[in-house]
């Protein structure tokens, strides 16, 4: 089997330590075989394939932790005419630009059933590796209800086909009944709505969903599944702080903690998944892909709020694993957020490790992704530019040059060469 070497690049191992100058890494196969300096490279007796990565930098695949890989927003008119199927179509595209932007891992966050994943599995699409969590949980009237003023229903997503149940349920026992289905559809991770949020006709992000009751059901309910862990989209203090109770492993979006908030997840070491991008891509796409006028505002209303939350949370030592809630945006631009991040006051490293490391442990698989140490899946990326000095290069995808994962090569703008052995 062939070992293909990465050598001439400055090595960030999502570890958080200095980088390390003429470093090297080495694969076969899926896994990592070396990770250090070019001069302590062994020697491999098997067929080798050299990568110069032009004095760039080399890093472990990067880590979305919230993401919407069936949809992008597009205008109400434009949902109602698109076939059912065509959107799987569409993910298709988006997929790649996941890819393209050095995203080799993610964490679906509603609306991808298991089929997709296996279609990537399976080689029959390019895409990140994925955690489904198929559909959300939320309550009558809720965000995720796609009810409307007018007594119809306008969906983001599909639902209530096979594989994707419908995700309404109100009380103990039908939330009991919507996550074992959830569950038998394939879900990797339950997804409740704990909050109401920015883009739901009927409520407000303020406003509380479920119970303390009906959470701690869901995370008993998730646990008996191998463990099986519950995220929630969480933007009001109130429903924040009955999900950390409740045990709930990750808080999406937090746009309005408190003191108390804080204090509960630092107890209970729950993860915070800022998505700083999606009410700021709502003001930016507002025109072009049809935002509604409320969502619009609600948006406006809670932008400033969103980062002194995430500010405050950060300072106080909050683990923040990098999510975006792609899909609201369009996929491929993902890493915007780490810009972002380091606006709240995260250093360019911290963000690094935010969107490696600390994504891969929010996930459970800091075992096999996240940094780059020989024994774990080939996840590689390299950039023509410094992250640690200019964050804001990540924004264009053509300076990710290079994206391997789990040692297949599905992105290359960089020469290869094969030398004579």
Known sequence: MTVTVIK????????????????????????LVFVGKESDLPVFTDDIQTIDAGGGCILPGFIDTHVHMMMEYAPIESRLSTPFSLNFYKAQEYLRNTINAGITSVRDCGGTDAGVKQAIEQGY?????????????????????????????????????????????????????????????????????????????????????????????????AAFRKGRKVMAHAQGAEGIKNAVKAGIHSIEHGIYLDDECIELMLKYGTYLVPTLLAPLSVLELAEEAGMPEWGVKKAQESFEAHKKSIAKAYKA?????????????????????????????????????????????????????????AGKLADVVITKTNPLTDLSSFADNSNIVLVVKGGEVLKDTIPVTVPTV
């Open 8 to 31: 001439n690049g400055t090595l960030i191992d999502g570890n958080g330590g200095e980088p390390l100058k003429e470093a090297a890494v080495a694969f076969k196969g899926e896994k």
């Open 125 to 221: 699409i390019v895409g990140p590796r994925m955690q489904v969590s198929i559909t959300a949980l939320t309550t009558t009237g809720g965000h995720g209800d796609s009810y409307t003023a007018s007594g119809q229903s306008v969906k983001l997503m599909h639902d209530e086909y096979p594989g994707m149940p419908n995700g309404i349920c109100d009380g103990v026992e039908e939330v009991r009944k919507t996550v074992r289905e959830v569950l038998r559809a394939g879900a990797d991770v339950v997804k409740v709505h704990a909050t109401g949020g920015v883009l739901s006709a009927t409520d407000h992000p303020e406003f509380t969903q479920f119970s303390f009751e009906e959470l701690k059901v869901m995370v008993e309910e």
């Open 317 to 373: 030592g909050v683990k923040i694993a990098m999510g975006t809630d792609a899909g609201v945006m369009k996929h491929g631009t993902n890493l915007r957020e780490l810009a972002l991040m380091n606006e709240i006051g995260m250093s360019p490293m911290e963000t690094i490790v935010a969107t490696t490391k600390v994504a891969a442990e929010c996930m459970g698989w800091e075992d096999k992704i996240g940094t780059l140490e």
